[in-house]
């Protein structure tokens, strides 16, 4: 925790920032979401949030300072913990139902990712299917019927605050979704690590190491990127020196400040790419209704070893910049497993209840995941089942 190249006074961990986008960090900042709205010509927002955040005390205040602003807002949080594309059929309706002109997305994963595909759905004709991110599909949405978003996350892993796609789950195919966007990146991101000191320690330890993730994979992906690979080894340390303390101490809000921070650091990379972690969570996700931060934290050593040969010269670079004695992939493996211990992390998939039955569905699913692209060498679709397989069973 006393690493000389961290401030460590919540007074100095303020700023404005405007990449990748309008960034305004620092505890208490809730409190300018009135002024942001109206920067943005919002005077009607639909405040977008998932089911489990409705009567958390941040929620109401934000309803309070824009009624108290003399504005009108609508909260609609029909939204499950993996958003549907009948949540956002549902959203894109009140949004339209109630004349709003912005949406506020607030939350995790789900409450991000849900307001920022309302606000993409808000006007168009094409099904949300449509703009999966596949080729250009993208350019089939009319830039002129997306509203504005302001972003407020709750925790701090996903980075969806300053991401440029939802995850959307479709039931009928039982397939998560990404859907692309250039404008779902919100306008403005309301980062106030107030709200998240409440956070139970297990989800903290799961969004902030799937923030790591972010930063892991985005690192080791192929493709000439400085700004990305800076961006990700910082994010790393960060969270390697952070994490522990916003595990143990979720009041601390220095810790909570740099966390915030390190997990919009991971999003950004991770324009980058992602890679074999990724692909093999987001298809359990979508089967099992897991946790996405937990599947990932749980997958990476399995993953790791698999890329060992393409990735052993940048993970031992990692370990230099991070801090680990021993800076070779051996030394990197042997503080992820001692860090995913002191998480409270379990070592396998079966400890939360998944079995291999499904692996060759998951194989195959696994490789036809858009994160596949990211991975530093291509692995078949037998080679991700075998993957999930020992991340099932335990085998290193
Ligand atoms: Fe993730």
Not at 339 to 362: C, Y
Request: charged residues 20%; aromatic residues 6%.
């Amino acid at each position: 925790m006393e690493n000389p190249l961290d401030l460590t006074s919540i007074d100095a961990l303020q700023g404005n920032w405007n990449y990748p986008t309008t960034i305004r960090m620092g505890c208490g900042r809730l409190n300018e979401l009135p002024f942001v709205c109206k920067s943005l010509g919002i005077r009607n927002p639909l405040l977008v949030t998932d089911a489990g955040l409705v009567g958390m005390t941040f929620v109401e205040r934000a309803v309070e300072l824009i009624k108290a602003e003399g504005m009108s807002v609508t909260l609609f949080s029909d939204v499950k913990s993996n958003p549907t594309g009948e949540n956002i059929e549902q959203g894109v309706q009140v949004y339209k139902n109630g004349e709003h002109d912005g949406v506020i997305a607030l939350g995790g994963g789900s409450g991000l990712d849900a307001g920022k595909a309302i606000a993409l759905m808000s006007g168009q004709t094409h099904s949300i299917w449509d703009l999966e991110d596949i080729g250009s599909n993208w350019l089939r949405a009319d830039p002129a019927g997306i509203a504005p978003i302001i972003a407020i996350p709750t925790t701090s892993g996903t980075g969806s605050e300053v991401g440029r796609a939802s995850v959307i789950l479709d039931e009928g195919a039982h397939v998560k979704k990404i859907i692309f966007h250039p404008s779902l990146m919100p306008k403005v991101v309301l980062a106030d690590p107030e709200i998240v000191s409440g956070l139970p320690a297990n989800l903290t330890a799961a969004t902030g190491l799937d923030a790591f993730i972010h930063c892991l994979e985005a690192y080791c992906a192929p493709g000439y990127h400085p700004l990305a690979d800076g961006i990700a080894l910082e994010g790393m340390r960060l969270i390697k020196t952070w994490l522990p303390e916003a595990v143990s101490n979720g009041n601390n809000l220095t810790a909570r400040s740099h966390m915030m921070v390190a997990s919009s650091m991971g999003a950004t990379a991770f324009q980058k790419g992602l890679g074999g972690v990724h692909a093999l969570a987001h298809p359990l996700g979508a089967l099992y209704d897991a946790h996405h931060g937990l599947l990932n934290a749980i997958l990476l050593p399995y993953v790791l070893v698999r890329n060992r040969e393409a990735i052993e010269g940048r993970i031992a670079h990692v370990a230099t910049c991070i801090g680990i004695k021993e800076t070779t992939f051996d030394g990197f493996m042997a503080w992820l497993a001692h860090f995913r211990e002191q998480l409270n992390i379990p070592d396998t998939l079966a400890e939360i209840g998944i079995t291999a039955e499904d692996s060759e569905k998951v194989g195959r699913m696994a490789f036809d995941d858009p994160s596949a692209s990211g991975n530093p060498i291509e692995l078949s679709a037998e080679e991700y089942a075998l993957s999930f397989r020992n991340a099932v069973d335990g085998i290193l």
